[in-house]
């Protein structure tokens, strides 16, 4: 199936009689009709379902069919961005374990991999997003278990050369571990260019309208454990009867171990209803990544021709700095575009109260047009030369462009501009 089609179908097939739409399956728990058969289930917990803390049949259906976008053996929904990236990085690292990340990441995953991990006793190694390969092979240390970037980062919407860092993490045993957010699969698929992991925040593109939080760990199923020192998947589990994830369950190793270790223990797993309203999301999200694309890039020039404009990063623009990775990664350049106006903070600030049409939300990727000040919300919590290492600049405007007519949305924006002369 193509991706369109993916989008309707994939992870829910109706028999005869039963509902066309992926019912809510509104329940802590399951029936079973003995106390063996529960026994068994406990013995062989992937193959039934115990409790709604880890596996829900609503939310599982969604994860089939983001599992399938992606090209992914499996997928584990969570109950925020947040969570997938926690989750994904703990299921490798212990304490006194290291990972590398780019620096051009969301604000969020900063403040969790340069202090909550921290104090874990996690360390997280940044790397610039445009070193080249001797510099990430230098960022190594034996304990290093992982490498995290952004296929398109928020907000610095700078494109990650994917290959590149898939090809380094490889040769250190190590998966390459990629937020996908703002790309989507629609867009990028990742594990078609040597990625291991993909993460997403659905809150984002996934779900689209502003409705929930939530994400995602999807697993390509491709990285060979045994090959790397991952301890965790590859020796007996005593929380878990003493079993060897890879032994067990093979290709699928990582995912499992995430459900039937971290899931069970943290309990971050979205509710059915969230699933649910995640899932209408996606039915559409081919055709909205392809709209949200073309609206931006429309903008963009728009931007890019107005003088009151320092500059634009759209990496669908031929004039950004990553226009060729974005030839080369992406089928769109999806819809947000951060831009510097004349006049730095304090013009940013004007214009954005001027706007009408767009609202001043921490959000992006909306159907409705929204616009944010990261330097004032988003990376709040960063000093300048963190800021400046994130790719965030204190007169940036990050707009993300919504479903409206393109029209509209440059009315709005022209009409803002103006209340700054
Ligand atoms: C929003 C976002 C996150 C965090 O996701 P939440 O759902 O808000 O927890 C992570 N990565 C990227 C790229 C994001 O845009």
């Known amino acids: ?236 589990d005593e929380s878990y009867r003493g079993i060897v994830y890879t032994e067990t369950y093979g290709k699928a190793a990582y995912i499992i171990k995430a459900r039937m270790q971290l899931m069970r223990d943290f309990g971050v797993y979205p509710s059915a209803h969230s699933a649910f309203l995640l899932n209408l999301g996606l039915e559409t999200l081919a055709i909205r990544m392809e709209r949200h694309s073309e609206n931006a890039l429309e903008a963009a020039r728009f931007l890019e021709a107005h003088e009151m404009v320092e500059k634009v990063i759209y990496p669908g623009l031929e004039s950004d700095k990553y226009y060729d990775l974005a030839r080369k990664y992406l089928k769109a350049a999806s819809g947000v575009i951060t831009f510097e106006i004349r006049g730095g903070r304090e013009n940013a600030i004007k214009f954005m109260d001027a706007l009408k049409l767009a609202s001043n939300q921490v959000h992006v990727a909306d159907i409705r047009t929204c616009v944010l000040h990261p330097a004032s919300a988003t990376h709040r919590q960063l000093n300048d030369d963190q800021l400046k290492a994130a790719g965030v600049n204190p007169g940036m405007v990050r707009l993300s462009v919504g479903l409206e007519n393109v029209n509209d949305i440059i009315d709005d924006l022209k009409q803002a501009f103006a209340v700054l002369k």
């Not at 990972?99 to 604000?107: A, D, K």
């Open 1 to 236: 199936m193509n991706d369109e089609t993916k989008c309707l179908h994939s992870g829910y097939t109706p028999k005869n009689t039963e509902p066309r739409v992926v019912p809510i399956i509104q329940s802590t728990t399951y029936v079973y009709d003995s106390t063996e058969s529960i026994a068994a289930v406990f013995d062989e917990p992937t193959h039934s379902l115990i409790y709604s803390r880890f596996a829900n049949p609503t939310v599982m259906a969604v994860e089939e069919k983001i599992a399938s976008l992606e090209g992914g053996i499996a997928a584990m929904c969570t109950s925020s961005g947040q969570a997938a990236i926690l989750l994904a990085i703990l299921n490798l690292c212990d304490a006194g374990d290291s990972f590398i990340s780019t620096t051009r990441i969301y604000g969020g995953a900063i403040n969790l991999f340069s202090f909550t991990l921290k104090k874990m006793g996690i360390e997280c190694i940044y790397v610039n997003d445009d070193a080249s390969e001797d510099e990430i092979h230098k960022a190594f240390k034996p304990n290093t278990k992982a490498v995290f970037g952004e296929t398109l980062a928020n907000p610095a919407l700078s494109v990650l050369d994917i290959e590149k860092f898939a090809k380094v993490a490889h040769a250190h045993n190590v998966p390459l571990i990629i937020d996908n957010t703002f790309a989507t699969p629609i867009l990028c698929k990742p594990f078609e260019r040597g990625a291991d992991i993909i993460v997403h925040s659905t809150s984002k593109y996934m779900d689209g309208h502003a409705l929930q939080v939530g994400g995602v760990i999807v697993d390509s199923g491709k990285f060979d454990w045994s090959k790397g020192n991952f301890p965790g998947l590859t020796e007996p």
